[in-house]
């Protein structure tokens, strides 16, 4: 079942520029996950943050984490055509290996 | 090595016809998965395998027939579908729900 929603549903961004797409859920979770996938492709997991943090980075990835208002950001820095993908916020709420995905945010970085 | 193995990477059945969908991982996973995507849509759960036992089953039509044969394997079995199943099915392994591991999905056309 899905627990997130995302937004914004699309995104266009000249190479170089910040992307920035959030996600929202409902109940409380044990930890937020990000997803990246390139069309047509499979799931590439990006970043984990634990419902105990509030930022993590990773490389050009910086994810925000405020469980008061349940809700995360992923921001993407100085994007490049290769981050081009649809990018997908998962929870889990147990420890029953149920992850949720959110509705997704398509990204398109323009060259 | 971090890789999930799906084949075919592209199936076209009948409604009346029987097919399987294969997934392999080497990464000594406890848990395997598999997902159903539409386009434009996240993924959806539909079975989890934990230790070889089902564990998790979506309420998912009779028509899908998972089986582990072993650790290292899924298969899903297929048996007159609707052309509405057409879809992408991705396999995905995990040792624990910090990071799911994705195949590169079979894409699935019933006729």
């Known amino acids: 079942s899905q627990q997130g929603e995302e937004d914004p549903q699309a995104l266009s961004i000249q190479e170089g520029e910040n992307a920035t797409m959030n996600c929202s859920y409902k109940t409380s979770i044990n930890n937020l996950q990000w997803y990246r996938q390139n069309s047509g492709r499979g799931l590439v997991h990006l970043i984990l943050i634990r419902s105990n943090e509030r930022e993590k980075h990773s490389g050009r990835l910086r994810v925000t984490l405020d469980t008061s208002k349940k809700s995360s950001s992923l921001l993407i820095t100085a994007s490049r055509a290769a981050d081009t993908a649809s990018y997908f916020c998962a929870t889990d709420r147990s420890n029953d290996y149920k992850l949720s995905f959110g509705a997704g945010t398509t990204v398109t970085v323009r060259a | 090595d971090t890789e999930v193995t799906q084949t075919p990477k592209h199936l076209v059945m009948g409604m009346t016809n029987k097919k399987s969908l294969k997934c392999e991982q080497h990464m000594g996973h406890r848990a395997m998965y598999w997902y159903k995507q539409k386009a434009k849509k996240p993924p959806e759960l539909m079975f989890v395998?934990?230790?070889?036992?089902?564990?998790i089953n979506e309420s998912v039509p009779s028509r899908f027939s998972p089986e582990c044969p072993n650790s290292s394997l899924l298969n899903l079995h297929l048996h007159a579908l609707q052309p509405e199943d057409s879809a992408l099915y991705l396999c995905?392994?995990?040792?624990?729900?910090?990071?799911?591991?994705f195949g590169e999905g079979s894409w699935l056309t019933v006729v």
């Open positions: 395998y934990s230790y070889e036992k089902l564990s």
């Open positions: 995905a392994s995990s040792q624990d729900l910090n990071t799911i591991y």
